[in-house]
T-cell receptor
Framework: DVKVTQSSRYLVKRTGEKVFLECVQD?????MFWYRQDPGLGLRLIYFSYDVKMKEKGDIPEGYSVSREKKERFSLILESASTNQTSMYLC????????????FGQGTRLTVV | AQSVSQHNHHVILSEAASLELGCNYSYGGTVNLFWYVQYPGQHLQLLLKYFSGDPLVKGIKGFEAEFIKSKFSFNLRKPSVQWSDTAEYFCAVNAPSGNTPLVFGKGTRLSVIA
């Protein structure tokens, strides 16, 4: 069974803090993705990575960065958290090509106060 | 750029009613099409997918979807819903070549009442 594990289910951070969201997958997938999910807006792509040390911007990369030092791990970084980054963050992974099914983690609900 | 439209934001049905959720996409070329479901408190999981071949695709839990190329549509159907189908449903699309991520619609929340 494919597992995509996000390090926290719930996080509360203060405005201006640097926040790290971690994601690990155990299926040797090449692709990894970070989405944010907001009510009425669906899932929007923040960043994705198709190989170690490679990254591509998605639709809403502003205020975020990512790191992929190892194939199985993909980190999302909020450089200086703001209240408008309060959201549910979903990590996903898939094989290449991306016609393969993407597998999702449970999500991290981040609240910035 | 690809985009996906889901027509219904919230659908409320009684148990045993038939379900059809609309999904239209905008993209000029060949596409892969997906329906994902998110049950309350759970992660997104794949219901079904279409790559090529028979445009009527059957998925898990009695769901099916029909790809109509001329209408750029991929509607999800189920003949008789159950209370356990209460969830949020997302249509998604990507291009089959290269490394293109999934583009999701805004989702449709389905509430099934007894």
């Amino acid at each position: 069974d494919v597992k995509v594990t996000q390090s926290s289910r719930y996080l509360v951070k203060r405005t201006g803090e640097k926040v790290f969201l971690e994601c690990v997958q155990d299926m040797d997938h090449e692709n990894m993705f970070w989405y944010r999910q907001d009510p009425g807006l669906g899932l929007r792509l923040i960043y994705f990575s198709y190989d170690v040390k490679m990254k591509e911007k998605g639709d809403i990369p502003e205020g975020y960065s990512v790191s992929r030092e190892k194939k199985e791990r993909f980190s999302l970084i909020l450089e200086s958290a703001s209240t408008n980054q309060t959201s549910m963050y979903l990590c996903a992974s898939s094989f290449v090509p991306t016609s393969y099914e993407a597998f999702f983690g449970q999500g991290t609900r981040l609240t910035v106060v | 750029a690809q985009s996906v439209s889901q027509h219904n934001h919230h659908v409320i049905l009684s148990e045993a009613a038939s379900l059809e959720l609309g999904c239209n996409y905008s993209y000029g070329g060949t596409v892969n099409l997906f329906w994902y479901v998110q049950y309350p408190g759970q992660h997104l999981q794949l219901l079904l997918k279409y790559f090529s071949g028979d445009p009527l695709v059957k998925g898990i839990k009695g769901f099916e979807a029909e790809f109509i190329k001329s209408k750029f549509s991929f509607n999800l159907r189920k003949p008789s819903v159950q209370w356990s189908d209460t969830a949020e449903y997302f249509c998604a699309v990507n291009a089959p070549s290269g490394n293109t991520p999934l583009v999701f619609g805004k989702g449709t929340r389905l509430s099934v009442i007894a």
